[in-house]
């Protein structure tokens, strides 16, 4: 973004320049009334906006007349630098500035380096896709059959604490499943219309909301009020929503004893799940801790 003091822009029609290339790239459009909306601006500066990001990327973006609107363009090279780390945070929380200066101010605040990073131009094709209900084929390398094709039908993306993964229809197998970022090499958007079994909503695992009921581990925890404060749990317990598809992501990310009798031994076992019934037919669970199913459930 250094080009910009060069030409004496100010850091106000920054935010809105980085808005527009937030746009283009991850939706693959934008409006002037979007701008106007946003920044509560009137049509004239948004105009005046408009034409300073042509002026400054000329081959970025494509007016079509008949909507008014300013598509992205097949040469579409992003203006800003769109860091992955703290984009897909903002996805994630649908912050949908664009800008990532915080200026010069460095606040004492750090987090455990992740191993594995997206690339920012695959969630960017793939949050394209989502929003504009279009399938797409992409190259996935899998661990059990390597590189290879796919169709598929994204719905969501997904932070399992570890990995980010695209929830997605796949229609090889004809079943709803999540796919590795990291492991997606290519994204191209197709422009087919999705069939109504492959949309989000017949999606079940996705739409299924399970009560989970996380209390201090009977057995491992000697204080219990201790990780009652950590959690904000009320009457000793912390009760969760949490998507059938998720549920296993969640059990084994914060290390909670799924048995029937919290007999898992250890300090990293600090929760049980108090209500493990609530589990019955979630489909990922063999990585959550303990978990088998009985004939009781």
Same mark, same amino acid.
């Given at each position: 973004?250094?080009?910009?003091?060069? @030409?004496?822009?100010? =850091?106000?029609?920054?935010?809105?320049?980085?808005?527009?290339?937030?746009?283009?790239?991850?939706?693959?459009?934008?409006?002037?009334?979007?701008?106007?909306?946003?920044? %509560?601006?009137?049509?004239?500066?948004?105009?005046?906006?408009?034409?300073?990001?042509? %002026?400054?990327?000329?081959?970025?973006?494509?007016?079509?007349?008949?909507?008014?609107?300013?598509?992205?363009? @097949?040469?579409?090279?992003?203006?800003?630098?769109?860091?992955?780390?703290?984009?897909?945070?903002?996805?994630?929380?649908?912050?949908?500035?664009? +800008?990532?200066?915080?200026?010069?101010?460095?606040?004492?605040?750090?987090?455990?380096?992740?191993?594995?990073?997206?690339?920012?131009?695959?969630?960017?094709?793939?949050?394209?896709?989502?929003?504009?209900?279009?399938?797409?084929?992409?190259?996935?390398?899998?661990?059990?059959?390597?590189?290879?094709?796919?169709?598929?039908?994204?719905?969501?993306?997904?932070?399992?604490?570890?990995?980010?993964?695209?929830?997605? +229809?796949?229609?090889?197998?004809?079943?709803?499943?999540?796919?590795?970022?990291?492991?997606?090499?290519?994204?191209?958007?197709?422009?087919?219309?999705? %069939?109504? =079994? $492959?949309?989000?909503?017949?999606?079940?695992?996705?739409?299924?909301?399970?009560?989970?009921?996380?209390?201090?581990?009977?057995?491992?925890?000697?204080?219990?009020?201790?990780?009652?404060?950590?959690?904000?749990?009320?009457?000793?317990?912390? %009760?969760?929503?949490?998507?059938?598809?998720?549920?296993?992501?969640?059990?084994?990310?914060?290390?909670?004893?799924?048995?029937?009798?919290? $007999?898992?031994?250890?300090?990293?076992?600090?929760?049980?799940?108090?209500?493990?019934?609530?589990?019955?037919?979630? $489909?990922?669970?063999?990585?959550?801790?303990?978990?088998?199913?009985?004939?009781?459930?």
């Amino acid at each position: 973004m250094s080009m910009f003091i060069d @030409k004496g822009v100010s =850091y106000v029609q920054k935010q809105r320049l980085a808005y527009i290339d937030f746009l283009l790239m991850f939706r693959g459009y934008f409006s002037r009334s979007d701008l106007t909306a946003k920044f %509560e601006m009137g049509m004239a500066n948004a105009t005046r906006d408009i034409a300073l990001y042509k %002026e400054l990327s000329p081959k970025n973006i494509e007016l079509e007349n008949s909507t008014k609107q300013y598509l992205q363009s @097949k040469n579409f090279k992003p203006l800003f630098n769109h860091d992955a780390k703290k984009t897909l945070v903002k996805l994630a929380n649908d912050i949908t500035d664009g +800008f990532d200066a915080i200026g010069d101010i460095s606040f004492p605040i750090d987090a455990p380096s992740q191993l594995n990073i997206p690339d920012i131009f695959i969630v960017a094709k793939l949050v394209q896709a989502i929003l504009n209900k279009k399938p797409v084929n992409v190259i996935y390398t899998s661990l059990s059959s390597g590189s290879a094709s796919r169709e598929l039908i994204p719905h969501s993306i997904v932070d399992n604490g570890l990995r980010w993964h695209v929830r997605a +229809f796949d229609r090889k197998t004809k079943s709803f499943r999540d796919f590795v970022l990291t492991r997606v090499s290519k994204v191209t958007i197709k422009d087919q219309i999705i %069939e109504p =079994y $492959e949309d989000k909503l017949e999606d079940h695992q996705w739409m299924r909301m399970m009560p989970l009921q996380l209390v201090p581990h009977p057995k491992n925890v000697q204080h219990p009020t201790a990780i009652a404060m950590d959690y904000g749990m009320e009457n000793g317990v912390l %009760e969760l929503n949490v998507r059938a598809a998720l549920a296993g992501y969640l059990l084994r990310r914060w290390n909670v004893d799924c048995t029937l009798n919290a $007999e898992l031994s250890g300090g990293e076992y600090q929760l049980w799940l108090k209500n493990r019934q609530t589990l019955y037919g979630a $489909e990922n669970l063999a990585i959550a801790p303990g978990y088998q199913q009985s004939e009781d459930d």
